[in-house]
């Protein structure tokens, strides 16, 4: 029975997220007050998402530099 009802909920959330996203779409589009105070409080939200560690940031443009320079074959030969 309790997988029953997992299931219901999983395709209630399935299908409500979809929905509910749309329709937020929808608001913000009317550019209401209510969609720039939601858009405010989001801000950091979103923002945290693109916080990237400056040490790691480091690390990666250094693995990227040493590739190009692994691939980087030199001057190409003289065909003299």
Known sequence: MSDLVDS???AVAVLLI???LYRVARWSRARTKGAYVL???LAPVIAAG???DPDSR???EAKQEKK???DDA???P???
Do not use: F, K, M, T
């Open 68 to 70: 190009r320079e692994e």
């Open 74 to 76: 030199g001057d190409p």
């Open 78 to 80: 003289n065909h003299e």
């Open 58 to 60: 480091i690390v990666n």
């Open 50 to 52: 693109s916080v990237v």
């Open 39 to 41: 858009g405010v409080a």
């Open 18 to 20: 979809p929905y509910l």
């Open 8 to 10: 219901l909920l999983a």
